[in-house]
């Protein structure tokens, strides 16, 4: 029997003879377990942060290991728990290797603005503002890097039924590769975002492994750019009508107050309080509107996008899928957000526990894998890491 | 692809691991569900389903992986193997604990999280009072230590600036007259630095001190001073701030906070910027403090001198008094020196003593930015040579 069909993205391409005759594989669901309590996380992240201001921060590499050995450690897949079994002082040498090229780096500037410079001047051109500049044009590329970087220390450290997972490919490939892709997306009025979005997602799944069962990636930008077109312009719609609501509200409270424009231009020149009131009135009406204008057309994209890239992959015979809905993506992206930054970060782990009960809920895995066809890997990752993401990406805990 | 079972959520209430013990050899994937047999020489592993020996692990190799506190089921594992043996059962483990004191970590209780969270909350608590306490009192203690000249060139580079684009005021029989009165003042607190004053044209009606005893004035605040004794106040009251110490204790302060709020948040970049708000608000707070010491001493200085003291009280309740109209111009004052009531009370004089400057001096000051300014209706002719120039170009 012949079957030409693009709807199983495993299947080669094209039209393949159905082997029928096979055994059906097995594809019996199960999802992550997550068994962690609040209470407990509380207790380390609680410890952790006193610890912070005792040693003025450097205290992190510790604390954030022992809140991974937690989160992992309670976390569990077809019965097996992960393990973390990462140090701080790995994380220490990562930063304090960043540190000491960050100073070379500096070396280099300033031995270039001492020897050409320093005899003929460009005005506005001082050592540490080139440094900073420098800083500026190398932060985007290298944060790029450090979040590869430290994705593969992570699942270095990370073991599951006593097996290392790993992340193979260059840190330095992917940062190249997602600034060309991020700045050519800029320039495209952001056009490009499936593009983007697969094509780092690629080399992140594709290259991730447990032991020597690989993950494989069959996405493709073309599968979603149907959608994609559909959001861009809902997205400029929202826009276009948030911005009128708030042209018409302005438009409205200034022709109450019947101001002539002296006295319209003296408001601004000269603030006063009332002019202040009014002004966070409007900032957070308008922030309001954004929100629920905006995000929920953001999140509903984010949601679909999220689907699809899980659905595309798979480790061996195993298949993934995900039923996240844009309301639970609107909890893991608005809200969390919001808790962490409305309790002045106190609310992280309960953030960090929402996003792993999201993860135990909404992440079905079809299959298990056959244990013994995998094999210990030879290597055992960096011997250090996460400097550059401890240096230039703050998203990352 | 597999089909989705999507509005079917079999949420079992309690969602738990299977209480197994399973053994892992650290070369494949393979999990096995094992029964494990204890003694005080090794450690029997076997499979549950046909009772094969598939590990016997010497009792003195044995290490348990992680603790209590952090791991749900610390594993065991013989010294630097990949191997592992997981019991999930609490009570199972605590036998072989028993049997193997080298497993002893194994059996330790978690420990309770209401515990650990009124703990290491009370600590947090503690270390942050004091981390605050040691700002504070190190703020006092070093401020006077830190070189004049280090402060000098801070405070020049500030009000540099502040006041970038505005015009300078430089009537010079006006400024020799409020540096005179502001010297004689540091004098009278025993300061051992020279004070420089400069006046900016315009507004909003407020002066401040910079580090390196430089205060700055704006002229508005001369114009709209009822008399001498006003602009003689407010000078006392910033030179109360100058002898102090204070911008270099509030520049303390404010690196300590900042330290501590990086040091509590540090990984969040849009908590950092939220949080630059909250250090503002507490030196804002800080500065309170300052503003009390500050009058105090002001007056206090003042009277040493035997000079009106009436000034700052009497400026308070004008600015106080002023109409809504005059919101705009207030707001630069009343963001750092908040006129209440209580300050008032605090800062009452009668108003006894010599005037604060000569006859001549006050019109020296009233005119510093080349101005007739007992009259502001009156503009200048153009026979009058400009006296104000706009800041030399940095
Ligand atoms: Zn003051």
């Known amino acids: ?397 | 692809m597999a089909v989705l079972p999507t509005n079917a959520n079999p949420a079992p209430s309690p969602i738990q691991v299977p209480m197994r013990t399973r053994y892992y050899d650290g070369v494949t994937a393979e999990a096995l569900d094992v029964r494990v047999r204890a003694s005080t020489i090794d450690l029997t592993i076997s499979r549950a389903d046909n009772s094969t020996v598939v590990a016997r692990w010497p009792v003195t190799d044995l290490i348990v992986l992680g603790d209590t506190e952090h791991e749900a089921v610390p594993a065991v594992a013989p010294r630097g193997s990949d191997a592992r043996l997981v019991i999930e059962d609490p009570e199972q483990r605590r036998q072989l604990a028993q049997t193997v004191p080298a497993l002893e970590r194994l059996a330790r209780p978690r420990p309770s999280a209401g515990g650990r969270i009124a703990l290491f909350g009370s600590a947090l608590v503690i270390v942050i009072g004091l981390f605050w306490g040691g700002v504070e009192y190190g703020s006092e203690a070093v401020a006077p230590l830190v070189p004049h000249v280090l402060q000098a060139k801070l405070g020049e580079a500030v009000r540099d600036e502040l006041v970038d684009g505005k015009e300078m005021c430089l009537g010079n029989a006006g400024l020799v007259a409020i540096n005179r009165l502001a010297n004689d003042l540091g004098k009278a607190a025993g300061h051992p630095h020279k004070i420089t004053v400069n006046v900016v044209k315009g507004g909003p009606v407020n002066a401040f001190t910079l580090p390196g005893d430089i205060l700055v004035f704006y002229s508005d605040l001369i114009t709209q001073a009822k008399d001498s004794s006003q602009v003689a106040g407010v000078l006392a009251h910033e030179i109360g701030h100058a002898v102090h110490y204070h911008p270099i204790k509030g520049l303390t302060r404010q690196f300590g906070v900042d330290v501590l709020l990086h040091s509590l948040t540090g990984g969040f970049s849009d908590i950092g910027t939220l949080t630059s708000g909250g250090g503002l608000l507490l030196a804002l707070r800080n500065g309170r403090a300052f503003e009390r010491e500050a009058d105090a001493t002001g007056v206090e200085l003042l009277e040493k001198l035997g000079v009106r003291a009436d000034g700052v009280a009497s400026f308070f309740e004008q600015l106080m008094g002023k109409e809504t109209s005059d919101a705009a111009k207030m707001l630069g004052m009343w963001s750092s020196h908040p006129p209440t009531a209580e300050r008032i009370l605090a800062t009452k004089r009668p108003s006894t003593g010599r005037p604060a400057f000569t006859e001549a001096e006050w019109a020296a000051l009233r005119s510093v930015c080349g101005e007739t300014l007992r009259d502001p209706s009156s503009t200048r002719t153009p026979k009058d040579p400009p006296t104000t120039v706009r800041p030399r170009p940095r």
């Open chain 1, 1 to 397: 029997m012949l079957h030409c069909s693009n709807e199983r993205p495993w299947a080669p391409r094209g039209c393949v003879t159905d082997v029928s005759a096979a055994p059906a594989p097995d594809l019996t669901p199960s999802r992550p377990v997550y068994d962690g309590s609040l209470g407990e996380l509380y207790g380390i992240y609680l410890r952790h942060l006193a610890l912070m201001v005792l040693t003025l921060g450097w205290s992190r590499f510790w604390g954030r290991t022992r809140l991974r050995r937690y989160l992992w450690s309670h976390l569990s897949i077809l019965g097996d728990r992960f393990e973390y079994r990462g140090r701080g002082r790995e994380l220490l040498f990562g930063f304090l290797f960043v540190l000491v090229l960050l100073a070379l780096w500096f070396g280099l500037i300033w031995a270039l603005w001492y020897f050409r410079l320093r005899e003929h001047p460009v005005p506005g051109l001082s050592v540490t503002n080139m440094f900073s500049v420098s800083l500026a044009l190398l932060g985007l590329p290298l944060a790029f890097v450090g979040q590869y970087a430290g994705l593969r220390y992570k699942l270095t450290r990370t073991r599951w039924r006593g097996i290392r997972a790993g992340l193979d490919g260059s840190a330095w490939g992917y940062g190249m590769r997602a600034t060309f892709l991020t700045f050519i997306n800029a320039m495209t009025g952001q056009l490009m975002l499936p593009l983007v979005s697969v094509g780092l997602a690629r080399p992140r799944i594709a290259n991730a492994r447990v032991g020597t069962l690989h993950f494989d990636f069959a996405g493709r930008a073309g599968d979603i750019y149907g959608r994609y077109i559909g959001y861009y312009f809902l997205n400029i719609l929202m826009w276009v009508v948030a911005i009128a609501v708030v042209a018409v509200a302005i438009g409205g409270t200034f022709s109450d107050l019947d101001t002539k424009s002296e006295e319209f231009t003296k408001l601004f020149s000269e603030p006063s309080l009332r002019t202040l009131v009014l002004a966070a009135a409007i900032g957070f009406a308008a922030y309001l509107l954004f929100g629920l204008l905006i995000l929920p057309v953001r999140c509903w994209w984010q949601a679909y996008l999220f689907r699809y890239l899980v659905s595309r992959t798979r480790a061996g015979n195993v298949l993934f899928a995900s039923a996240i809905s844009t309301w639970q993506m609107w909890g893991f992206l608005v809200l969390n957000y919001l808790i962490v930054v409305l309790t002045l970060g106190l609310g992280w782990p309960l953030v960090m526990h929402r996003t792993l009960r999201l993860v135990a809920q909404e992440l079905w895995i079809y299959g298990a894998p056959n244990g013994a066809s995998i094999q210990q890997p030879a290597d055992h990752g960096p011997g250090y890491g996460e400097g550059l993401l401890d240096m230039f990406d703050v998203t990352g805990f």
